[in-house]
């Protein structure tokens, strides 16, 4: 059986993981014992706050939305449910953009359901 020398693997294993933790500062950029820590730390903490950022920002998205949907005497949760009634499919952040970037839209969508609504209300009586 022939000699294998593993300096490639070692090599390759350890670029890699340098390239990882680039822009580190101190020795966690360059030392392997210090590196491979900061990587699997790092990697916790990205794990964490991916999943903390959509929970922020949904909740950003909805305290705009509010704000803009008050004005028009209605509250967050009736104007969510209004939408899906009219099956207007429109995501939160589509619809926190239109309320800081694009309001005349959102009061068309508004005025819209609000006009079905009523509609719907004569029907009925």
Do not use: C, P
């Not at 020398?5 to 990882?20: E, P, S």
């Not at 028009?72 to 449910?81: A, C, N, T, V």
Request: glycine share 4%; hydrophobic share 35%.
């Amino acid at each position: 059986m022939s000699r294998v020398k593993r300096g490639t693997t070692h090599n390759k294993r350890r670029k890699n993981l340098l390239r990882k933790v680039k822009g580190f500062k101190f020795g966690r950029k360059n030392l392997l014992r210090l590196a491979r820590t900061a990587s699997i730390k790092a990697g916790a903490n990205r794990y964490r706050d991916v999943r903390r950022k959509k929970r922020d920002f949904r909740r950003l998205w909805q305290v705009r939305i509010n704000a803009f949907v008050r004005e028009f005497d209605l509250s967050y949760s009736r104007f969510i449910d209004k939408l899906k009634k009219n099956d207007i499919e429109l995501n939160r952040k589509i619809l926190a953009d239109f309320s800081i970037n694009n309001k005349k839209i959102l009061s068309q969508i508004i005025e819209k359901i609000n006009s079905k609504e009523a509609k719907k209300n004569n029907a009925s009586d």
